[in-house]
């Protein structure tokens, strides 16, 4: 027994002494790798408006001087048009992303947005049928319910009073000159008075001097249009009451949508202010007529509305199938995800789920959908594409040299020649829009309306016969509109502010323009995040030193060069 409890002595010490020999070797080696792994996890720091910014240690953000703050990890595995956005930036700007869906498409269906209004087939209103002075009004307020018959108001009618003393005149020849009476009788009851009322009149032998003003209709009083006191006509309107048992549901239908719908088909109506609920209705009447403005004709359902469960003027949608048998399944995507670069659209799709990184995608835009649009080519069900705040994540796109939308326009250049006459007219345009940006840079309202004033003058000289090409002279017959607009509302006042918002229109179209058309000199293009309330702007700088026009000296350095534009001859 004692041989035993000295082996198992024995056994102890060793793997003691094992552990003092070994052990401490293994938790430095331990110490040390996970040491030398935080070096090689060595934190950055970063701004949150300007994420190129990467420092070593916190501090400041040299181009804005916001607080830095802790970079996320590096953005290994990310292909070359993909970007990283971080968590901060993202809250900030509040960028929102939406899963592609088919939606309702997928059904062969369509939705569209409408309002109610009432049923002018119902409609009435309610004229007095003789002159006089509204003496009493028993219906004082809109929404008031009426019923056929009701006392709605009485007027003193002179007309009536002296017909009432020649009805009682002839109603003492009535056995002598029966004609004579019986069209005195005739003419009061033109004046909707009824056998009793003029019965009455005649055996009291009293002349009424106010009359009373019946409902002739039920239903809702929509507007009062006389007060008491009011002199009226006979024929004119006092009330104008709807029968609302029937209200319309009318929707816009956009142009190239006209053929998917047709006089008869079910149309199923939801509304926000009853959340689960449909109401069936067929459509009744299409409009004959485009709005020429809006490039929209009406659609029309008559809905039963017996239980008063809709008003007028309440917002509402309305799902139809369509008439096609063929299951059609189409894309369809927020109005609010798109951004145009001249004919081109695109969106900013999220590829993984879990992270913050974004990529441009080229889209091919079918028909718009009330507030959606259809997609015919580059996105497909399932993915993820941002839906709010779209011009940031295009911004940050930019910051970190991928893809964007101001980086994506083709110039005419590389396909038409461009005379260097248009590009010497459109040069002496360029400076004096840059005359505007160093106003605007010294905060000098009255000095930027006077260059805006000439930069107009320069604009005008510009000579767009010179552009013989079709699709060129179309291309700056677009930008041309814009540019004359903003600039004169810069020309109209002194309010700094207001001029640095309608620069930051005529910037981004006479960037187009520089881009597309060339002038004799490099120009820089340069950019600020937080211009516009953290919205971004860009401006044109004759040289690479970045001097803010829209902060002036409060941020003066805020910016950077995003392009080189270098297309002199």
Known sequence: MKKYIQYILLLIVGIVIGWLLFGGKTKERGNH???????????????????????????????????????????????????????????????????????????????????????????????????????????????????????????????????????????????????????????????????????????????????????????????????????????????????????????????????SFKVGQEIQISSSAYPGETFKAKISFIDPVVNTQTRIVTMRAVIDNSKQKFKPGMFIYGKVKNSSSEKNEEVVIPASAVLWTGKRSIVYVKPKAEEPVFEMREVVLGNQRGDTYEIKKGLSSGEEIVTNGVF????????????????????????????????????????????????????????????????????????????????????????????????????????????RKQFKIVSNHLILAVEIFGIQETAYKQYCPMADSDKGAYWLSKEKQVLNPYFGDKMLKCGEVKQVINNKQ
């Not at 002296?162 to 005195?184: F, G, H, I, N």
């Not at 101001?406 to 400076?431: C, D, G, R, V």
């Open 392 to 499: 940031t994540v295009d911004a940050s796109a930019q910051l970190q040299g991928k893809k964007s939308m101001m980086n994506h326009t083709k110039s005419i250049q590389e396909t038409y020649i461009i005379p260097n006459a248009f590009k010497e007219q459109l040069q002496n345009a360029y400076n004096s829009y840059i005359a505007i940006k160093n106003a605007l840079i010294e905060t000098n309202g009255e000095k930027a309306k006077g260059q805006a004033t000439q930069f107009i003058s320069e604009i005008k000289k510009i000579n767009m016969e010179l552009l013989s090409n079709e699709k060129a002279h179309k291309e700056w017959m677009s930008l041309l509109k814009t540019l004359k607009s903003s600039s004169e509302a810069i020309a109209r006042v002194t309010d700094v502010e207001q001029q």
């Open 33 to 259: 790798e996970h040491a030398t792994e935080n070096s090689d996890k060595k934190q950055f720091w970063t701004c949150s408006m300007h994420p190129q910014i990467m420092q070593p240690e916190p501090g400041d953000c040299p181009i804005c001087g916001m607080d830095l703050i802790p970079a996320e990890a590096g953005a290994d595995g990310l292909a070359a048009d993909q970007f990283k956005m971080t968590k901060n930036a993202l809250a900030l700007a509040d960028i929102q992303t939406t899963m592609i869906g088919v939606l309702d498409i997928a059904n062969g269906s369509s939705t569209l947005s409408g309002k109610i209004v009432e049923n002018e087939a119902t409609n009435s209103v309610q004229a007095s049928y003789f002159s006089g002075r509204i003496e009493s009004l028993k219906v004082n307020f809109t929404g008031e319910k009426v019923v056929k018959g009701q006392l709605l108001a009485t007027i003193y009618a002179p007309e009536l009073v002296k017909a009432q003393q020649e009805l009682l005149t002839a109603a003492t020849l009535k056995e002598s000159q029966p004609a004579l009476y019986k069209a005195v009788r005739n003419k009061l009851k033109l004046w909707k008075l009824s056998e009793n009322q003029i019965n009455q009149i005649e055996s009291s032998k009293q002349v009424k001097e106010y009359f009373p003003v019946y409902a002739t209709v039920s239903g809702t009083v929509l507007e009062k249009l006389v007060e008491v006191g009011d002199y009226v006509k006979q024929g004119q309107a006092l009330f104008k009451i709807a029968n609302l048992n029937s209200v319309w549901a009318n929707f816009d239908v956009y142009e190239s949508q006209i053929a």
